[in-house]
Structures are given as structure tokens and as C-alpha cells.
């Protein structure tokens, strides 16, 4: 069974700073995780911070030059570093992760997602 759990979130000031993790584990699977997500109430879920295959980093234009993505491939852990947070990024954070069978397939698993509010 494939386990991913995000934590770190939490109610910040706007200016401030948040770092998320999401660690993800499974007993007989290969992890990779990915990257996350967010969900805003009344809205979609968008794309936040991602990892390619190749291992270069996708940004939401609206995140650039405030978030961090990186990871700890030896943990199988995912970061979000999260500075300048603005009331807009209010939502619930979401990390995703593959996980490859022996098999040679591989699934998606995502997180329970992680609350993140940022208000005065």
C-alpha cells in the first residue's frame, strides 16, 4: 500500500513564510514524488510546483520567484518552501507521487492535502 502524506501547513501572515513536506512510502513500490497541487474553495485544482521526469522544475506563473520546490530522493520527500505568501494562496496544498510496481507499472497516489491560510 502506498502511503503519501503532506504536513507544514498552517495560518500565516501575508509576507510570511510556510514549508511544506510530503512524504511518501509503500512497502515493494519504487516512490517517486512529483510535486503539488492546490485547491482554493469554489475553484479547480491547480498546479503549483512540479518535478519533470527529467527532473527539471514546473512553476505556476503566479508562484514563480516565491516558491520552492526540491526534494530528498533518499526519503522520498518533496518540499515546498513558500515565502512572500499572499492571501491568494489560501488553499488546501496537495502532493502527488508515482509509484512503480516490480511489475513495471505504476500508479498515481495523492495526499490528504495540507491547509494553508494566509490572513491577517
Known amino acids: 500500500q502506498v502511503q503519501v502524506v503532506e504536513s507544514g501547513g498552517g495560518l500565516v501572515q501575508p509576507g510570511g513564510s510556510l514549508r511544506l513536506s510530503c512524504a511518501a512510502s509503500?512497502?515493494?513500490?519504487?516512490?517517486?514524488?512529483m510535486g503539488w497541487y492546490r485547491q482554493a474553495p469554489g475553484k479547480q485544482r491547480e498546479l503549483v510546483a512540479t518535478?519533470?521526469?527529467?527532473?527539471?522544475?514546473n512553476y505556476a506563473d503566479s508562484v514563480k520567484g516565491r516558491f520552492t520546490i526540491s526534494r530528498d530522493n533518499a526519503k522520498n520527500t518533496v518540499y515546498l518552501q513558500m515565502n512572500s505568501l499572499k492571501p491568494e494562496d489560501t488553499a488546501v496544498y496537495y502532493c502527488?507521487?508515482?509509484?512503480?510496481?516490480?511489475?513495471?507499472?505504476?500508479?498515481?497516489?495523492w495526499g490528504q492535502g495540507t491547509q494553508v491560510t494566509v490572513s491577517s
Open positions: 509503500g512497502s515493494g513500490f519504487t516512490i517517486k514524488p
Open positions: 502527488n507521487a508515482l509509484a512503480f510496481a516490480r511489475s513495471g507499472t505504476f500508479s498515481l497516489y
Open positions: 518535478f519533470a521526469e527529467s527532473g527539471s522544475t
